[in-house]
């Protein structure tokens, strides 16, 4: 699939050069699943759980380099909002899964557990209040096929797999490789960008591999504000920002006899990013800038993983995984182009803002054991799993955040000190029976204690029943949880703001234990409770034709969620008591909310030889994604200061597409190939300035071929977006006033149409 707008630096270094996605092994309905089960033989299409397969070949035929654009160019239950001007969302985009947030869905790498990124988003953006996995941090080539669980698995994996799993398999060739380097543009000339990429296997010993991969991509600015009828000309920045990625990623395995292996990964990535802030007038600093200026937030964002294990039989038919992974991110951020206006004349251009620091190590050990002999078939597994966690903020430079502090993003100053850690332990139990030909059931359980919030008992129960050779019905029902990640527990900070009015404000985001926001009605945070429920089938009704649909109900008790911004009398008099007279309005985090998330996923695929060696493969998937507030606690201390505001609801409920549905068909005719995607979002209800907007529903055609020079060297491209489709424009006055053309929800972005061109070298 082509995909649509956004990143052109990208596709570099995938497991094949062709766009066809049937060519590709790893994707195809016969691949053998991982994720969700300890049975070695379930397939996509045998799997008694919804789970979709996307390989390298279905990524590179976006066009995109960055994993998260990629994922959600071929899944209708990945979304991946383009915030713009959101300082955090926007240099550190995240995935959701089925419209819910991003900390609802857990990342897996090579089944292993992956790190949050330590950048907690605390603006008025898609996934608000949450600290999401940055799949960005990922080198696209490293990445052999992506399997997504579209269904909760929190009784296998503990907290976070509420909406589902994502787990992210590495290439593990030992020998091979390509190389590819590519460019891109947008229609109106900006968001240039580039991408080199390159992937290499070697053997290792007489049984093992070891595989390297690298990437660096670079992306330019791209702006679609309008014109700001106070000056006449374009003062905003609104698009994506300007980036700059390095990133490498081995992974090895070992014999170290006939029945025993070690193995490991390690990805590190360095990303350097720019966006701007909201205009600021000439009246803001006219000594420093007479014309205005868009303040510019510059993280440098390191992410590094490091996993480790060793696996093999124990005897008695037992199988052994022990492995310790460990995932560490570091974000430094400077304000460029800004002032503290407090110091007029004399005060500097440009801070540093301080740091974030997130940290995990994982160890975790299974057994398992094939049940062959008991009833028809089936599986045993038990585990246990120690996880320890840290999170730190630095202050910035006391200029930074002193009087106000610099425009745009304040430096890091929090009330409370911020170096806090918990740990993590986890058992559980996974028995998986046949106890007929046609009969498949797994029954699943799962405790898990935390050091800071207590204890959560989890299960989970799936039955598939085969009732022709050409149809089955599946289903599962269980229950999950999430727990407050140290990130909603202590974030603190304070950014500046324009209001609706146009004034600029200060927002203070206070830690639950702080007398500020316990005072506003605040309460510790307690773990999200979830139960959820699906039924579906699968049909197979011809050779190379696979049919599935599934229902699905997620609730949510206790969902954890950023408040809206408070303010009034009530609140400044708190903050005055407090000694804060820099700050004019509150949030803090609260489970406040109830929630159901409810809808359904239909796919159709088929592969099959068309005529003279030419070979056809077409693909739809199509999922409605329906949340609503069921529950909203009033505040314990203020009733007339509601805890979740019209913004902050629709943020959680309703500002994702309602549905979504992806298809494309790929030709593959040696030396060419070629695939048309349709991508169609559905229609979004937001407050992006506080009054209920609804945006219409929009639909992308995307283009792109490729052609076999000399067996080694393929060059490919393609049009995304070749309709030149944008979100529609926010209205009102607040907002067009001062050329503020688009929201920060678009599922596609505002870049409108762009182009690539990719050359492929592959040995």
Known sequence: MLGRIGRFSVAAGLAGFSAAAHADEAGSPETVIVTGTHVASYTQETSPSPISVYDAGQFAATGFSDLGQALEAVSPAINFPHSATTPSAANTRAITMRGMSPDEVLVLVNGKRWQTSAVLDFNSSVGRGSAPYDLGAIPLSAIDHVEVLEDSAAAQYGSDAIAGVVNIILKSNDHGGLASAQAGITDEGDGAGFDLAASQGFTLGDEGHLTLSADIRHQDITNRAGIDPRFGRVTGQIGDPRSFDIGIAADAGYALDRTWQAYGSLIVSRRLSQSGAQYRTPSVAPALYPNGFVPQTRPLIWDSTAITGLRGELGGGFHLDVSNSFGFTD????????????????????????????????VAATVSRDLDDVLMAGNIAAGLEFRREHYAIAEGAPLSYQQGGAQGFPGFAPRLPVDEARSAFGTFLDLSLDPAPWLVTDLAGRYDHYSDFGDALTWKGTARANVTGWLAFRGALGTGFRAPSLQQQYFSSVVSQINPAGMIVHTGTYQVGDPIAAALGARPLKAEQSHNYTAGAVVTPLPGLSLSGDWYEIDVHNRIALSDTMTGAEVLAVLAAAGVGDVQ?????????????????????????????????????????????????????????????????????????????????????????????????????????????????????????????TGTVTVSGGIENVTDQYPDRLVGAAVTGIGFTYGEESPFGVNGRSYFLRVTLKN
Do not use: C
């Open 331 to 362: 974000a430094h951020f400077d304000v460029k182009n800004t002032a503290n206006v407090a110091l007029g004349a004399a005060s500097p251009r440009q801070f540093y803002a301080g740091s974030e620091q997130y940290w995990q190590d994982d």
């Open 585 to 709: 309005q509150v949030q803090f985090f609260t489970n406040a909310a109830d929630t159901r998330t409810r809808g359904y996923d239909v796919s159709a695929d088929y592969a099959a030889d068309v005529w003279q060696g030419a070979a056809l493969d077409a693909r739809l998937q199509y999922g409605q994604y329906r949340t609503q507030l069921r529950h909203l606690d009033a505040n314990p201390v203020i009733p007339g200061l509601p805890l979740l505001g019209t913004t902050s609801k629709a943020l959680l409920v309703s500002a994702q597409p309602m549905d979504k549905l992806t298809s494309a068909i790929t030709l593959d005719w040696a030396p060419v190939s070629a695939t048309v995607s349709v991508d169609h979002y559905g229609p979004w209800v937001s407050a992006p300035i506080g009054v209920i907007q609804h945006f219409g529903s929009k639909t992308l055609l995307n283009l792109s071929a490729g052609f076999d020079v």
